[in-house]
């Protein structure tokens, strides 16, 4: 050990309100008595990660160690270092971590990722910063990450986005519609509404922007403001007192708003609109979903959503690509055609007439026709004539003519050199 402190009473004390606030299966006290060189490192580390990161991802971490080293100092008391853990720990720790409760019964898969992903993280720096109790290497694997669902954005289609857009106009309290009507002609986040600054409208050229706060992706950006929510703004500048928090929008007492209050004032919107629950995040959903289908780039609603990689932007495109679309509408047309009434067969053909299909999609068979289109595949066409057990004769001659007349008569060319084979061996033979 290189000295670094144990966890103290002082350490535990410092944690954010949040974190004290968790379930405490395992308080540090208890991991200090069990494994104190376990407990020093993880300190130690945590101490660290305060430097860098947000509280919130202190308080995950925090949780998430806490929570392994009660798996491991009671599947295995004579593991009391980092160093000593192995990969039967881990594995301990995976099974009791997927009979978790969550919300829903156990954890989500979500969840599941997110405490492994920070517990390798955690292995990773302590391993690369040299640390003195670390073990030889990561135990945790890319194998052991559950396969995440990637569920659709839950987004308001147009009927019942216009639906609440139109109650949203006639909202009794101003500062909730003001509220509302941010979020869901700009698509921010609840969090960043809540600490828009009060001076976060600027006026650059001719165009109003929002200055949305550094928030959940550690960036800020410029959203352009529509002239309707300059006005709102603007009328809320001027009957509303100096804030005392020094944010756009604020409590009564002052205080900014939380995300529990935001949510209260979106569902009451949709209540009255009579369109039943809808998040504040749905609105920011609904804005993207809108902006793509009306050919907005990718790239151009990125910036306005903040989002760091294409990648997160691509979700939208899934819900509605209108390439594929405009693709899918294009072909279906002549797909569909195949099954309007066709142009009878002449009635001397063999078999019944057939008109459920094109005429020019029927394929001659010995006793009646095919009626697959020609588009599609069919790993049975010809099947008996290429069997080695098929035979014929000279008596099906006109038949196997007519069969390569009409294959050939319709660029069936696979078809026409089979009969035109079977024909020619009938004359070698006869």
């Known amino acids: ?11 535990i004390d410092d944690q954010p309100a949040a974190a004290r606030r968790l379930p405490q299966e395992i308080s540090w006290p208890q991991i200090i008595v069990a494994a ?7 300190a130690r580390y945590l101490d660290q990660l305060a430097v860098s990161a947000r509280p919130s991802t202190v308080v995950s971490v925090d949780l998430t160690l806490r929570q392994f080293a009660r798996s491991v100092t009671t599947s295995d008391p004579t593991c009391r270092t980092m160093a000593q853990v192995t990969r039967h720990h881990f594995e301990d720790y995976k099974r009791w971590l997927a009979r978790r409760p969550g919300k829903h019964g156990t954890l989500s898969t979500t969840t599941i990722s997110c405490r492994l992903g920070l517990l390798r ?22 194998g052991d990450f559950p ?19 139109a109650s949203l106009a006639t909202d009794p309290n101003p500062r909730r519609r003001l509220m509302v009507e941010i979020l869901a002609r700009t698509g921010i986040r609840s969090g960043e509404l809540s600490g828009l600054d009060d001076d976060a409208m600027v006026l650059i050229g001719d165009i109003h922007w929002l200055r949305i706060p550094v928030g959940k992706l550690h960036n800020d950006r410029y959203v352009p403001l529509l002239p309707m929510l300059v006005e709102l703004i603007d009328h809320h500048h001027a009957t509303r007192p100096p ?41 920011r959903h609904t804005l993207a979903t809108q ?13 306005l959503l903040g989002h760091r990689s294409m990648k997160m932007t691509m979700t939208y495109a899934r819900i509605s690509d209108r390439t594929v679309a405009d693709e899918y509408f294009r072909v279906t047309n002549a797909v569909e055609a195949n099954y309007q009434p066709g142009t009878p067969l002449h009635a001397d053909t063999a078999g019944p007439i057939m008109t459920g299909l094109a005429a ?15 588009a599609l595949d ?17 008596e099906f001659v006109p038949v196997l003519i007519r069969q390569r007349d009409h294959a050939t008569d319709h660029d069936q060319h696979e078809r026409a050199r089979l009969f035109t084979n079977l024909l020619d061996n009938l004359d070698t033979t006869q």
């Open 1 to 11: 050990m290189s000295g670094q402190p144990f966890p103290s009473a002082a350490f």
């Open 291 to 303: 902006v793509i289908n009306r050919g907005m780039s990718l790239e151009a609603i990125a910036a």
């Open 36 to 42: 104190p060189q376990m407990a020093a490192t993880m």
């Open 378 to 394: 069919c790993i049975h066409e010809s099947i008996c004539e290429n069997c080695g057990f098929f035979e014929t004769g000279p």
């Open 147 to 165: 396969d995440r669902d990637e569920p659709l954005p839950k987004f308001l289609d147009d009927p019942t986005a216009a639906k609440f857009m």
């Open 360 to 374: 020019d999609h029927h394929r001659l068979l010995g006793n009646g026709h095919c009626t697959r289109p020609a």
């Open 243 to 283: 804030p005392r928090s020094g944010r756009l929008v604020e409590r009564d007492d002052g205080r900014p708003f939380d995300r529990r209050t935001i949510h209260r004032y979106v569902t009451a919107v949709a209540k009255r609109a009579g369109v039943g629950p809808v998040h504040p995040h749905q609105l």
């Open 121 to 142: 993280t955690f292995f990773e720096r302590i391993i690369e910063w040299g640390y003195d109790d670390a073990p030889a290497r990561v135990p945790i694997f890319a």
